[in-house]
């Protein structure tokens, strides 16, 4: 049987995992957390993601989440700039990231073994196959060891790698208890976003610029308009982290034997949402090449042929709307806020409600 380890259990490389198990292979996961798990935050999960996570055999993951409503955009008075309406567009579900990993892990059969407090920090490759640490060897590494992968460094040493954003993002769930749809409210250099989830309670994020590594609380979105500063009231831990996204061009995917995926390979920063959808979709094209092809490196080819144009358009459209959300001149976010409005106009003129795609009915 073909091997494969899995550096990484983040929720790529726990996809990467249920996948490989289902094209016939023996998967070793190591991860450098004592456990297995996820942070206290929601995730927004677009269909294309939830397709590949039931084709892998990932259910419920609809049944879990919360179908977003098409989201408005509001100011920091609580004025609209594009009302809460049906726009036509897609939207993605939205799940705790926690049972999400869940599901995904709950997948994992007798021929993935996990192996926690498992620090990766060396590999090797030569035509037959990859050593990990000089301890584990496989016929395939998969790298999911996320935006600072030790691998895709020692892989590329030159490569640049993260670059800093310029703005922090905040996440928290509040236990609240309001009546609003959610949506995103942009000030000058600062964002405040809350969706519901399943469970009554919300999902928020925020962002705000400042200097990479430094330390604060999301107090400036106090005097935002309600329900925000109910929902800072109500949420017991805010997460904090700093915002990068990779270096472009990004590096190829493959280098022999060895599979960069997910946060790795096209770390991007949060805008639109598809970091970890994309890691899943990683998962899913992998193993669609390697269960067409009988030739290993041939598959990988196809994998990077794929994935990498793919994720570098989103690591691009992701970056460029980071930049015009995080716009602090007042005259440039008072046109940006205009054309956002004249666009839901023409938007919801040109676009009949009934083309919505829901991901469930
Ligand atoms: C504020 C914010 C909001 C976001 N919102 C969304 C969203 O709504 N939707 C969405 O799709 N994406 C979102 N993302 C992006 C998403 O979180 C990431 O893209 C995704 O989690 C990346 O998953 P990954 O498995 O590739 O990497 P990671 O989650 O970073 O996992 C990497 C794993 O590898 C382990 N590891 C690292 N080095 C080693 C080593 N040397 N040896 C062993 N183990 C190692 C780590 O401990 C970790 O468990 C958001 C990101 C942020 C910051």
């Known amino acids: 049987m073909s091997t494969a380890i899995v550096v990484g259990a983040g929720i ?7 996948a490989l198990q289902r094209c016939g292979w023996q998967v070793t996961v190591l991860e450098r ?3 297995l798990g996820e942070v206290g935050a929601g995730i927004s999960v677009w269909p294309s993601a939830v397709a590949v996570l039931e084709e892998l055999g990932v259910k419920g993951v609809e049944k879990a989440s919360a179908v977003s409503k098409p989201a408005g955009m509001r100011k920091p008075d609580g004025r609209w700039v ?20 869940d599901l995904i892990t709950a997948e994992f059969g007798p021929a993935v073994t996990v192996r926690t407090g498992y620090d990766v920090t060396t590999i090797t490759q030569d035509d037959t196959g990859v050593t990990i640490n000089d301890d584990l060897r496989a016929d395939l590494v998969v790298a999911a060891d996320g935006i600072r992968s030790t691998i895709r460094t020692t892989l590329y040493p030159a490569y640049e790698g993260p670059r800093y954003s310029g703005y922090t993002a905040y996440r928290g769930i509040a ?11 942009w000030g000058r250099g600062q964002l405040f976003g809350f969706v519901p989830l399943i ?45 990068y996204d990779l270096t472009l061009p990004l590096v190829p995917f493959v280098q022999g034997r060895v599979v960069l995926l997910g946060d790795a390979a096209h770390a991007m920063t949060p805008n639109l949402g598809r970091g970890a959808c994309s890691a899943i979709e990683d998962a899913g094209a992998l193993a669609r090449h390697l269960g067409e092809s009988t030739d290993l490196i ?20 992701s970056r460029g709307l980071g930049r015009v959300a995080q716009v602090e001149n007042p005259v440039v976010c008072a046109i940006r806020n205009g054309l956002f409005t004249l666009g839901g106009k023409l938007v919801s003129l040109r676009k009949p409600k009934s083309k919505v ?5």
């Open 12 to 18: 790529g490389g726990v996809t990467a995992a249920v």
């Open 82 to 101: 594009v009302a809460a309406a049906d726009l036509g567009v897609e939207i993605p579900v939205m799940i705790h990231r926690a049972q999400l990993h």
């Open 33 to 35: 957390a004592p456990e």
């Open 298 to 317: 041939t598959a990988l080819a196809r994998y990077d042929a794929e994935r990498r144009p793919a994720t570098t358009k989103l690591v691009k459209r």
């Open 199 to 243: 469970d009554g309670r919300y999902y928020w994020y925020a962002t705000a610029n400042q200097p990479a590594g430094a330390r604060s609380e999301p107090t400036a979105f106090r005097t935002w308009h309600d329900p925000i500063p109910k929902l800072l009231a109500g949420s017991e831990t805010v997460l904090q982290n700093d915002i």
């Open 175 to 185: 236990d609240v208890d309001i009546d609003d749809g959610g949506g995103e409210t």
């Open 357 to 361: 795609k829901q991901s469930r009915p």
